[in-house]
C-alpha cells in the first residue's frame, strides 16, 4: 500500500471515530466538509440532497442511518464500514481500472460463489433444491477465489448455494484469514443459532440475508411447514445479538402482493433488518414452473411500491430487476458480480447456468477473458431501456446468441437444459413486459 492509500485509509479511520462520537450531529458537518473539498464539482447535485435527508430526524434515510449507531455492535459496526469503504470501493476502484486497462476485461466488484449444494429445505421453483450434498467447494478453493479476488481488488463475497450455513465452520474460517472483506450470505435462516451468532459478533464481518416470502401462509407454502417462524427465530436471535441483517424476497406471480406490501415492510424494519433486496423469479431449469412468473401488472405494482418504500420506510430496500437504472443495466458477466457454482464452474450470472470456464482449470481474471464473459462487455448494455436489463428474461435473443456464438456449455448439474429451452420459456414474458416497461421508462 502506497503512502498515499495509507493516508486515505487513517482518514477514513477519523471520519468513523469522529462520527461515533455523535453521528446525528456529526453527520451532517462531514457533508460540509466533502461539499467545500469537491472542488470538480463530482458530487454538487448529490450532496445537498443527502444533507437534507440526513439532517432531518423525521427523515426515514436519516432513521436507518442512525439505527446503525443504536442497533448495531460498535466493534461489527467499524469492522464493516473500514472493510466496505476503503477496500471494498477505494482498493477495487483503483486496482479494477488497472486490470481493465492492462487486459481489457470487466473486473467486479463482488463475487458469488456456492460453498455446497447441499440444503435443508426443499422450495419451490429453486433449482439448487435438485441437486442435494453432492458438490462442494472446498475451503482451499473458496479460499483461493477470495485470494485471487483480492489480487483484483474485489473484497466483496456473497455466498449462495444450496444452503451456505451447512458450511458454518469454513464460512467462519475463511471471515478470519480474510478479515479485510465483507461477506453476506443467502440463507433460509432455519441453520442460524445463538452459537454462530456469537461466531459472527466474534470476526464482525459476515452479515446474513434472510429469505423469506412474505407472510407466514406464502413462505410456508414455498419453503416448507414451520419455515416461517424458525426465521423469525433467526432474526430476533440478531437482533439481541445487535448484529446486522437483511432479507432477500423473490417475487412471484403467487406473492406479489404480499411481499411488497406495507404491513411486510414494516414487519422487516420491526424484525430488525436493514435491508431488503428483491428478486424477479427466473424459469431457470427444465422443469421450472412458468406459471410463478408475475405478469406485467404485477410487477409494475411492485416497481412503484418499492419506490415508495425508499421515500417513506427506514429500510435500504432494492430491486435489481426494476432497479437497472441506477446501475447501468445488466450487472453480470463481471461487469459488477459473476457467479461460481459448487462444481467450480464461472457463470455470468447466478441465474445463467452456462460457462466456458471453472474455477479448477482457469483463474478468475482467465474467466474474465474468456469469450463468454467478453461477450457480456461487449453487449452491455442489453437495452437502451434500463427497465428492460437482462439478456434472458427481457431480451432473451441476447443471451441465446451469445451462448450459441461462444460455444458455452450448460452447468445445470441436475439436466443440461439448451439455452433455446430456456430462452424459449422467456419470450412471451419479454414481448408482454415490453409494452409496460417502454410506457414506464418512456414517462
Given at each position: 500500500?502506497?503512502?498515499k492509500?495509507?493516508?486515505?485509509?487513517?482518514?477514513?479511520?477519523?471520519?468513523?471515530?469522529?462520527?461515533?462520537?455523535?453521528?446525528?450531529?456529526?453527520?451532517?458537518?462531514i457533508?460540509?466538509?466533502?461539499?467545500?473539498?469537491?472542488?470538480?464539482?463530482s458530487?454538487?447535485?448529490?450532496?445537498?440532497?443527502?444533507?437534507?435527508?440526513?439532517?432531518?430526524?423525521?427523515?426515514?434515510?436519516?432513521?436507518?442511518?442512525?439505527?446503525?449507531?443504536?442497533?448495531i455492535d460498535?466493534?461489527?459496526?467499524?469492522?464493516?464500514?473500514?472493510?466496505?469503504?476503503?477496500?471494498?470501493?477505494?482498493?477495487?476502484?483503483?486496482?479494477s481500472?488497472?486490470?481493465?486497462?492492462?487486459?481489457?476485461?470487466?473486473?467486479?466488484?463482488?463475487?458469488?460463489?456456492?460453498?455446497?449444494?447441499?440444503?435443508?429445505?426443499?422450495?419451490?421453483?429453486?433449482?439448487?433444491?435438485?441437486?442435494?450434498?453432492?458438490?462442494?467447494l472446498?475451503y482451499?478453493e473458496?479460499?483461493?477465489?477470495?485470494?485471487?479476488?483480492?489480487?483484483?481488488?474485489?473484497?466483496?463475497y456473497?455466498?449462495?448455494?444450496g444452503?451456505?450455513?451447512?458450511?458454518?465452520?469454513?464460512?467462519?474460517k475463511?471471515?478470519?484469514?480474510?478479515?479485510?472483506?465483507?461477506?453476506?450470505?443467502?440463507?433460509?435462516?432455519?441453520?442460524?443459532?445463538?452459537?454462530?451468532?456469537?461466531?459472527?459478533?466474534?470476526?464482525?464481518n459476515?452479515?446474513?440475508a434472510?429469505?423469506?416470502?412474505?407472510?407466514?401462509?406464502?413462505?410456508?407454502a414455498r419453503?416448507?411447514k414451520?419455515?416461517?417462524?424458525?426465521?423469525?427465530?433467526?432474526?430476533?436471535?440478531?437482533?439481541?445479538?445487535?448484529?446486522?441483517?437483511?432479507?432477500?424476497?423473490?417475487?412471484?406471480?403467487?406473492?406479489?402482493?404480499s411481499?411488497?406490501?406495507?404491513?411486510?415492510?414494516?414487519?422487516?424494519?420491526?424484525?430488525g433488518?436493514?435491508?431488503?433486496?428483491?428478486?424477479?423469479?427466473?424459469?431457470?431449469?427444465?422443469?421450472?414452473?412458468?406459471?410463478?412468473?408475475?405478469?406485467p401488472?404485477q410487477?409494475?405494482?411492485?416497481?412503484h411500491?418499492?419506490?415508495?418504500?425508499r421515500?417513506?420506510?427506514?429500510?435500504?430496500?432494492?430491486?435489481?430487476?426494476?432497479?437497472a437504472?441506477f446501475?447501468?443495466?445488466?450487472?453480470?458477466?463481471?461487469?459488477?458480480?459473476?457467479?461460481?457454482?459448487?462444481?467450480?464452474?464461472?457463470e455470468?450470472?447466478?441465474?445463467?447456468?452456462?460457462?466456458?470456464?471453472?474455477?479448477?482449470?482457469n483463474?478468475?481474471?482467465e474467466?474474465?477473458?474468456?469469450?463468454l464473459?467478453?461477450?457480456y462487455?461487449?453487449?452491455?448494455?442489453?437495452?437502451?431501456?434500463?427497465?428492460?436489463?437482462?439478456?434472458m428474461?427481457?431480451?432473451?435473443?441476447?443471451?441465446r446468441?451469445?451462448?450459441h456464438?461462444?460455444?458455452?456449455?450448460s452447468?445445470d448439474?441436475?439436466?443440461?437444459?439448451?439455452v433455446?429451452?430456456?430462452?424459449?420459456?422467456c419470450?412471451?414474458?419479454?414481448?408482454?413486459?415490453?409494452?409496460?416497461?417502454?410506457?414506464?421508462?418512456?414517462?
Amino acid at each position: 500500500m502506497g503512502i498515499k492509500d495509507k493516508a486515505t485509509t487513517v482518514g477514513v479511520k477519523q471520519v468513523l471515530k469522529y462520527l461515533e462520537k455523535n453521528p446525528q450531529d456529526n453527520i451532517p458537518k462531514i457533508i460540509d466538509w466533502l461539499e467545500k473539498a469537491d472542488v470538480n464539482g463530482s458530487m454538487v447535485q448529490q450532496l445537498p440532497v443527502v444533507k437534507e435527508k440526513l439532517s432531518d430526524p423525521n427523515n426515514n434515510w436519516n432513521q436507518l442511518v442512525m439505527s446503525l449507531y443504536t442497533d448495531i455492535d460498535g466493534e461489527v459496526r467499524n469492522k464493516l464500514f473500514e472493510n466496505f469503504l476503503v477496500n471494498s470501493l477505494m482498493k477495487w476502484g483503483k486496482r479494477s481500472n488497472e486490470v481493465k486497462e492492462q487486459y481489457g476485461c470487466n473486473v467486479p466488484w463482488l463475487i458469488l460463489l456456492d460453498p455446497t449444494s447441499a440444503c435443508n429445505l426443499h422450495c419451490t421453483g429453486c433449482w439448487a433444491s435438485e441437486y442435494g450434498n453432492r458438490l462442494n467447494l472446498s475451503y482451499d478453493e473458496i479460499d483461493n477465489i477470495v485470494t485471487q479476488g483480492k489480487d483484483l481488488g474485489i473484497y466483496m463475497y456473497f455466498y449462495t448455494g444450496g444452503e451456505p450455513m451447512v458450511r458454518k465452520e469454513d464460512i467462519i474460517k475463511i471471515c478470519e484469514k480474510h478479515n479485510d472483506c465483507v461477506f453476506l450470505t443467502f440463507t433460509n435462516g432455519t441453520l442460524i443459532d445463538e452459537k454462530f451468532a456469537d461466531e459472527m459478533l466474534r470476526v464482525k464481518n459476515f452479515v446474513p440475508a434472510i429469505s423469506i416470502e412474505g407472510n407466514e401462509e406464502v413462505t410456508d407454502a414455498r419453503r416448507g411447514k414451520g419455515t416461517y417462524q424458525k426465521v423469525i427465530k433467526a432474526m430476533k436471535i440478531l437482533k439481541d445479538k445487535k448484529l446486522p441483517f437483511g432479507v432477500s424476497c423473490c417475487y412471484t406471480s403467487v406473492n406479489a402482493d404480499s411481499i411488497s406490501s406495507e404491513e411486510f415492510m414494516d414487519q422487516l424494519i420491526n424484525f430488525g433488518a436493514k435491508f431488503a433486496f428483491f428478486f424477479h423469479y427466473m424459469p431457470v431449469g427444465n422443469d421450472a414452473v412458468t406459471d410463478l412468473l408475475p405478469n406485467p401488472k404485477q410487477r409494475e405494482m411492485i416497481y412503484h411500491r418499492i419506490r415508495d418504500y425508499r421515500n417513506t420506510k427506514a429500510l435500504f430496500t432494492m430491486d435489481f430487476q426494476n432497479d437497472a437504472e441506477f446501475v447501468g443495466g445488466c450487472i453480470a458477466g463481471g461487469r459488477y458480480y459473476f457467479h461460481i457454482n459448487p462444481h467450480g464452474d464461472i457463470e455470468p450470472c447466478v441465474f445463467i447456468h452456462y460457462s466456458d470456464s471453472n474455477i479448477r482449470k482457469n483463474t478468475i481474471l482467465e474467466a474474465l477473458c474468456n469469450p463468454l464473459f467478453m461477450a457480456y462487455k461487449e453487449g452491455q448494455p442489453f437495452n437502451d431501456n434500463m427497465l428492460r436489463p437482462c439478456p434472458m428474461l427481457e431480451n432473451p435473443e441476447k443471451l441465446r446468441k451469445m451462448v450459441h456464438d461462444t460455444d458455452a456449455k450448460s452447468t445445470d448439474m441436475e439436466s443440461v437444459e439448451p439455452v433455446d429451452h430456456l430462452c424459449d420459456k422467456c419470450e412471451d414474458y419479454a414481448a408482454n413486459w415490453q409494452v409496460k416497461a417502454d410506457e414506464l421508462w418512456n414517462k
